[in-house]
């Protein structure tokens, strides 16, 4: 979708803040919300695009407005009132509803370790053939889903050259909506700044976008 | 927490299409308040955030309703709090420096060289390593959300996830270098990398000059989370930081 999320190229945000000896998490809740983003993944009725997608559907205002973590619990809550894990009642209670069943957790401490350490794989062994080879040039396909890609607007229609191939990965605007994975090649494309901002960019400049199939064509 | 403040916090969910949970919040307010005047003996009557109080009460209910464990967030937490961080980073940062061979693996197969060190996993499954030199500084961004390489560098900083860092790394990428104090010279190229998938970008700064016979241990802990994002490079070391 063409959200505010999609920030590439973007004026007016103001200065960057950097903050020295930052914290991991500069509230408790933070550090919970981000806990509980991560474990509640574990019931796999979700997936990392949709969650991504959720997100992104916050409106413009309040996507600028709230903070980082904020963003994440509007998000799970969401995701969990869709998967039906949690009920309205209970959003507005606090309290399980009356004869809710209650599970065994899908992530205990003991499987912390493992699930950092393995981590969730997005690369796929299917055999897909390639559409594309490194030092081939390509078009960044002129695309406006409205749902979930991960094609940003800047780089859409722009002249680009394939770095390399990464190899065979799911593809977002399918998973995000629970249609497939439809796994794919995804390539590192290279575009000359100039061509993705004009003469004013450093003519040495370039911007390498991590790009699937779908989001190609040959030029 | 003022009460636009409330609204507006009401409003981010609704918008988000969830729950507006005003009355979870305040069931547990009284419950947070008291445990809150334990911690800290300043101002009882200061009123935590809304974000801790909704955050709180979220987490009671899906303990209650057997979908989290406590003990399960609280090993995140710590894991990310105390054991993955950029020392991770430098550690491979310098190893590369010291050990051609190693550099090789880690720029060719950048997976099983972090592996090599117990580095993988969470949110750094895919890895690419790619290298500063004289001629060619790499700039690391993801102008879509905040995707970065937890295993090596832990969680991004607030910066990195937001939209002024997010929204000109693109587009004035030198601008952003001169922000954080780095004049990039004319004739260097830059290359930015926009993380869009699951590829996690590290930057294999430059070594500094003057740093010939040191120890791994102490190159490692010269390099700076920053300078592996790409917005900085390593001081010129000096006679006295080896000790």
Excluded at chain 1, 111 to 125: E, N, Q, T, Y
Excluded at chain 1, 144 to 164: F, I, M
Excluded at chain 2, 114 to 136: C, D, I, K, S, W
């Amino acid at each position: 979708m063409n959200g505010v999320h999609d920030l590439g190229g973007m004026h007016g945000m103001g200065p960057i803040q950097q903050e020295v000896n930052e914290p991991v998490f500069h509230q408790p809740w933070e550090g919970r919300a981000y806990a509980m983003t991560r474990a509640m993944g574990l019931w796999r009725l979700w997936n990392l695009d949709a969650s991504r997608f959720q997100r992104e559907l916050i409106a413009p205002v309040d996507y600028f407005r709230t903070s980082y973590y904020e963003r994440w619990i509007a998000g799970l809550v969401e995701l969990m009132l869709k998967a039906k894990l949690v009920t309205r009642t209970e959003m507005d209670s606090g309290r399980p509803d009356e004869g809710a069943a209650v599970r065994t957790p899908a992530l205990t401490a003991d499987k912390v370790p493992a699930l950092i350490a393995k981590g969730v794989p997005a690369r796929r062994d299917a055999k897909v053939a390639a559409s594309f080879r490194a030092g081939q040039r390509v078009r960044a396909r002129n695309i406006n889903p409205v749902g979930h890609t991960r094609l940003p607007r800047y780089a859409r229609g722009k002249l680009g050259t394939v770095d390399r191939d990464h190899g065979v990965f799911v593809f977002p605007d399918t998973n995000a909506h629970f249609l497939g994975e439809t796994p794919q090649h995804v390539y590192s494309v290279r575009f000359d700044a100039r061509e993705l901002w004009g003469e004013q960019a450093n003519r040495r400049d370039s911007v390498y976008v991590d790009m699937w199939d779908a989001y190609l064509e040959p030029a | 927490m003022t009460a636009t403040r409330r609204d507006l916090l009401t409003a981010a969910l609704t918008a988000a299409g969830a729950a507006v949970t005003p009355d979870l919040t305040r069931a547990q307010e009284h419950e947070h308040e008291h445990e809150h005047g334990h911690d800290h003996d300043q101002d009882h009557q200061a009123v935590p955030s809304d974000p801790a109080l909704r955050v709180k009460a979220l987490e009671s209910l899906l303990v209650a309703k057997g979908l989290v464990d406590r003990a399960a967030l609280d090993a995140l937490i710590d894991t990310y709090e105390h054991r993955v961080g950029p020392r991770n980073g430098a550690r491979v940062v310098a190893r590369a420096w010291t050990d051609p061979a190693y550099k090789q693996r880690l720029l060719s197969d950048p997976d099983a060289a972090l592996a090599e060190l117990g580095y993988g996993g969470l949110q750094g499954e895919h890895m690419v390593v790619v290298e500063n030199t004289p001629q060619v500084h790499n700039l690391v961004v993801c102008t879509l959300c905040s995707c970065y390489p937890w295993p090596v560098l832990g969680l991004p900083p607030v910066w990195y996830k937001s939209a002024p860092y997010r929204s000109r790394a693109v587009i004035d990428p030198r601008g952003v270098l001169r922000e954080f104090g780095l004049e990039l010279p004319e004739n260097v190229e830059l290359r930015v990398w926009d993380s869009t998938a699951e590829l996690r970008y590290l930057v294999l700064p430059e070594r500094p000059a003057g740093s010939d016979g040191w120890t791994e241990e102490t190159l490692a802990a010269r390099v700076t989370r920053d300078a592996m994002i790409g917005v900085a490079k390593i001081a010129i070391a000096s006679k006295g930081d080896q000790a």
